[in-house]
């Protein structure tokens, strides 16, 4: 008897952690992995491809609604096609990261990556047994009904550091200073449209900020297996996976 489908859902603020922690529990867990924000990336590199003012909230929409859009939700090989061209790698730059807020906060453009995420989930559930999906509105819009709800949170000043650390291999304070604009504005515009600092009624919290990742990863698969963290053993050599 097959078990029965399972989603994961996963939110929180940049740098949290939700991306390469979620996508080291579907491996894990042998579940697809659903990049959300990968979404909003996208269309934001497209937009941008196309010219289009990105203030014109009409004719952004519009370009949700016709984005050819390919991910992949292997977590161990994530990739991103849109219009059949390899964006994963340009949709992380800073040209990305600095403007894909003004997309993001266009409601036509939520309603439509919406609707888009949840044939998504539903589909995966389906061919894969189930999926790790994380975001900003997972646990409260996309996915509301998910077995697993969780909310990824640390410090801003652990957010900032990892963020800046993955950019550039160092953090010094020009470093952080740079990538400021990246982690606390983008987060402070995003929060207009969803709500991600504090967990809604019925989903975990779970503060990473003195966390390793190795023991981000086992905290979450203990809220999957037991409904509950559990102090933190030694870490564990198998979870080195990482984005
Ligand atoms: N608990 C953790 N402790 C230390 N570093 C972490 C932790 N979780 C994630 N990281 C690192 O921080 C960086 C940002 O993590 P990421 O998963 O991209 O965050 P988010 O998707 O929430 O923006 C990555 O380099 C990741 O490896
Ligand atoms: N479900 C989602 C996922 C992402 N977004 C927005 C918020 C972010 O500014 C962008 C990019 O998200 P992404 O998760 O890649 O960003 P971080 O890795 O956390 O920095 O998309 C959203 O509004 N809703």
């Known amino acids: 008897m ?32 659903l ?18 003012d ?9 370009a949700a609604k016709d984005l050819d859009l390919r991910l992949s939700t292997d977590p161990d090989a994530p ?3 849109v219009a059949g061209t390899d964006v994963s790698q340009e949709i992380r730059t800073t040209r990305i990261s600095g403007q894909v807020s003004q997309v993001a906060t266009n409601l036509g453009v939520r309603a439509e990556l919406r609707r888009r995420q949840r044939a998504l989930v539903e589909e995966l559930r389906a061919a894969r047994g189930g999926v790790v999906v994380e975001g900003r509105d997972i646990t409260t819009v996309v996915a509301p009904d998910a077995e697993h709800r969780i909310l990824l949170t640390a410090s801003e000043e652990a957010r900032l550091t990892r963020r800046t650390t993955e950019l550039h291999g160092t953090s010094t304070q020009e470093q952080l200073a740079a990538t400021r604009d990246q982690v606390v504005r983008r987060d402070r515009d995003d929060a207009s449209v969803s709500a991600f600092f504090e967990p809604a009624d019925g989903v975990h919290g779970l503060d990473t900020s003195h966390l390793s990742f190795e023991e981000s990863v086992r905290a979450v698969l203990d809220l999957v297996a037991h409904g509950a963290t559990h102090p933190i053993a030694a870490s564990t050599p198998d979870l080195q996976e990482h984005r």
């Open 54 to 62: 990105l203030a014109d909230q009409t004719t952004v929409a519009a």
């Open 2 to 33: 097959p078990n029965s489908p399972i989603t994961i859902a996963v939110d929180g603020p940049s740098g949290s952690g939700k991306s390469s922690v979620s996508r080291a529990v579907a491996r894990r867990l042998g579940l697809a992995y």
């Open 35 to 52: 990049d959300t924000g990968a979404m909003y990336r996208a269309l934001t590199w497209w937009c941008l491809e196309r010219g289009l």
């Open 79 to 81: 990739e991103v096609r």
